[in-house]
């Protein structure tokens, strides 16, 4: 923490001094193509304009597997990363120190149980670390981002996780302003994970995928996801949840 704030003003004054260069002309097409940033007021293109810029400048990006990082990746992760801190408070997801990205559905490392039993790694389309990377395939992440109604979101996904965890826990509560607003969240948020996991056990269709039903993290990234891309019906539905969200985002997709 003392090393962080003795480097807080030099941070500032790099981010300020980048901020002041014009928005690059290449960057501009590539973030114009993308559906939700087209659907923002002037207010909101430029404060994601502008977080995406310090993204992409303070986070190290790495291709892997073959892949050779461009503007394109760069910016389309960083924009949609940026949309989730809109109305937020915050220190560019300052835990993140690292972006992986594979060309497409990669192998995870094999892992080791209590019981010494090593298990084999599994196709993974992305995933965020506590205090570590957050690793994407880029087909998945370019997928999501051109489709903006289909629910599925797989930057949005990794970077709630990286929300959740700013307290130190992957629990599916962010830290909030409020105990009033903690106990709604897990009032609510337990409720309608309980729901999610009967619906998935009982093969009801939902608004919300029911990968959401495996914890309560899962549950906060994937009503995320349903929160900008499926915010109407995630509203219609699931009104307690899209009220938490909106109160947390600070950001009303369906009004």
Known sequence: MLFDWLFRPRRQEA????????????????????????????????????????????????????????????????????????????????????????????????????????????????????????VLSWDATLRGALDPKDGHNLVLHEFAHKLDMLDGLADGTPPLDSKDQLTQWVRTMSKEFQKLRDAAESGRATVMDTYGATNPAEFFAVATECFFEKSRKLKQRHPTVYDCLKDYYHQDPAG
């Open 15 to 134: 981010r300020r001094q980048l901020l002041e260069q014009p928005f690059p002309e290449q960057w501009q097409k590539i973030v114009r193509r993308l559906p939700f940033f087209r659907s923002l007021d002037e207010r909101g293109q430029k404060r994601v304009c502008d977080d995406l810029r310090v993204l992409i400048d303070e986070k190290g990006w790495e291709g892997c597997g073959g892949l050779e990082i461009t503007d394109e990746i760069q910016v389309t992760i960083a924009a949609q990363a940026s949309l989730l801190l809109l109305n937020i408070e915050h220190e560019y997801y300052k835990h993140v120190q690292s972006i992986l990205v594979y060309p497409s559905a990669y192998k995870t490392a094999p892992s080791r149980d209590a019981a010494g039993v090593v298990r084999e790694g599994q196709a993974n389309l992305g995933e965020a670390w506590r205090r570590g990377p957050v």
